[in-house]
């Protein structure tokens, strides 16, 4: 049977920088927003503590190698790391690069190039073209100057090749205007560093492609809820009763079905996959709620998300991707505490979501 390994993405803004200072205050790291975070409407359940309050700091260097060793012992096969890299200028650097000083990684591990511009509010809130540093792609001098740098995390042995190619995950390539004469030009760089078959390139699908855009690279990931969210339109059919947002002064009302039942939206979105095609890898998702962040301004939220309907859908997805022969399944996120999308262990339901996995993964046969 073959295997489809199970990759966690992971977001590395749990340390401050003198960026994030500069922009949002002295001290800000994902936990700032994630610990202000307060209920918009009725039974909204705000915020979301992590277990035994464990508000890590990953400036401490034991914090991500302990994850790493978690993470494999219910079933997480490796994680997909951001990488933000601004025409040479690197941010929320540190982990990664520290994980480059150990002699060994504890878990196998792949970049995503997380290529949009950082603007000053997140996820569609007002004055989100603000922006706070771009992406200029540059030319060949550029492009060369920033695969050296990837090619020190594509040497090491823990690195994710698939078919001897180093995996590389594309957030927004539709955003990078000669796409195809980049990636031509990293698989010569490749090959000139030893990697004599080249990149294996993802995309993240997770918003309806303009029409004249063509992708160059080897496979597209499903990068749910989006991914979903792009093909059907859901709104009407989950749209749930009105809900009255918390405010001291007044009631407000949503009214535009924003906010989605977590389980009919599953239901949907194993029910959509048609395709065929091994390069095209299925996505999973624990929850969504980005409200922390921006507030009433939240994109979505998922209501009714818990460790047994997570349970019951992963456990679709992933069969699902062994019989596709897909060689990855990806699960939006380990961590994304700020957008309620995480695998860690919380206050309300513990290790559940990862007991999930592990469970999963023993039913079709496969031990830790």
Known sequence: MDVSKIIALYLP???TIPENDE??????TEWTNVKKAKPVFEN???????????YYDLDNPDVLPNQMEL??????DGFCFYHYWFSGKKLLEKPLEALLERSKIPLPFMLCWANEPWTRRWDGCKGAKHILIDQNYGNEREWKKHFEYLVSFFERDEYIK????????????EDIYDGREMIDFWNECAIKFGFNKGLHVYRMNR????????FYGDGVIDFEPFATLATIN???????????????????IIDDGRVLDYGTFCSQMVSRYTFSDVNHCLGMFPGWDNSPRVGENFKVIFEGNNPGEFEKFFRIQFRRSI??????????????WGEGAFLQPDERYKYGYLEAIKKVKMENGLSE
């Open 13 to 15: 803004q749990f340390h």
């Open 23 to 28: 922009w949002w205050g002295k001290g800000f």
């Open 44 to 54: 909204h359940f705000q915020p979301r503590i992590p277990l035994n309050d464990d």
């Open 71 to 76: 993470a494999p012992k219910y079933g997480i």
């Open 162 to 173: 698939l078919n001897e190619k180093p995996v590389i995950v594309i957030y927004d390539e």
């Open 207 to 214: 918003q309806k492609p303009q029409k004249n855009f063509k």
């Open 234 to 252: 859901p709104y009407e059919k989950h749209k749930c009763e009105r809900k009255k947002y918390v405010d001291e002064n007044r009631d407000r």
């Open 323 to 336: 019989e596709k022969h897909n060689p990855f399944i990806f699960i939006n996120a380990w961590n994304e």
